[in-house]
């Protein structure tokens, strides 16, 4: 099953630059994750058991920076027969410095099943 959602982000495998220096020998650099475009809409990450994931960082009420990331899951039960949403490893992650981006995905995150955390430091 894959959730679909309407946003696009810049490719976290290239940091939207669509090209990967280390690889300019095959396919002439371009990243084989966005195509060469530098981003990716965020349907292109999400697939079974997974969640993508907008964390916040504040200093003093101020946007200091955010992660857009895409965290895999998995459900275990207990021995109390309690079952326990647990995260696996990131699928991809990548750093937002730039406030106006972090909050126009903020915004459009409830429309497009992205979560929210924030963090006050």
Known sequence: MITTFKTTCVCPNCDGKGKLSHFSHIANG?????????????????????????????????????????????????????????????KWCREILDADEARELWRNAKANGIKTTIWEY
Do not use: M, P
């Not at 530098?38 to 292109?44: D, M, Q, R, S």
């Not at 504040?58 to 857009?68: E, H, M, S, V, Y």
């Not at 990331?69 to 027969?81: E, I, L, P, V, Y």
């Open 30 to 90: 371009d990243c084989f994750a966005c195509g060469g475009t530098g981003t990716l809409k965020i349907t292109e990450f999400i697939g079974d058991n997974s969640d993508v994931i907008l964390e916040v960082s504040t200093r003093n009420g101020q946007f200091d920076n955010a992660c857009l990331r895409c965290r895999t899951w998995k459900n275990d039960r207990a021995g109390d027969g309690k079952v326990y949403h647990n995260w696996g490893k990131d």
